[in-house]
């Protein structure tokens, strides 16, 4: 399984950014998939994740109301949709997959990681 992720960028703080991911395979509807964030010095933490069929979804406190993840099984797609932005928004973000049923919170949960895109928000 390949992931390409992209769409990130430089945003003014309250401005808005989608985030894409592309996945390589047949199998893309058979997996669990998301996206994390990494600030330099800091772990990774989850950003939101979404089910396989796309009805079920967990989203980090921070960004729920904020951030909106959704997928399409048709395209190999999965989507992050980022409004509100703000400068502690600032990370890497990866797109991340795993065959699991189980929308996990830790990194280690997820098999499969993109190469990142960074996401800048100026105050």
């Known amino acids: 399984v390949q992931l390409q992720a992209s769409g990130g960028g430089l945003v003014q703080a309250g401005g808005s950014l989608s985030l894409s991911c592309a996945v390589s395979g047949r199998t893309f509807s058979t997996y669990v998939m998301g996206w994390f964030r990494q600030v330099p010095g800091k772990e990774r933490e989850i950003v939101a994740v979404?089910?396989?069929?796309?009805?079920?979804?967990r989203y980090s406190d921070s960004m729920k109301g904020r951030f909106t993840i959704s997928r399409d099984n048709a395209k190999n797609t999965v989507s992050l949709q980022m409004n509100s932005l703000k400068p502690e928004d600032t990370a890497v973000y990866y797109c991340?997959?795993?065959?699991?049923?189980?929308?996990?919170?830790?990194?280690?949960?997820?098999?499969?990681w993109g190469q990142g895109t960074q996401v800048t928000v100026s105050s």
């Open positions: 979404i089910s396989q069929n796309g009805r079920r979804s």
């Open positions: 991340v997959a795993d065959s699991t049923y189980a929308l996990g919170a830790d990194p280690l949960d997820y098999e499969y």
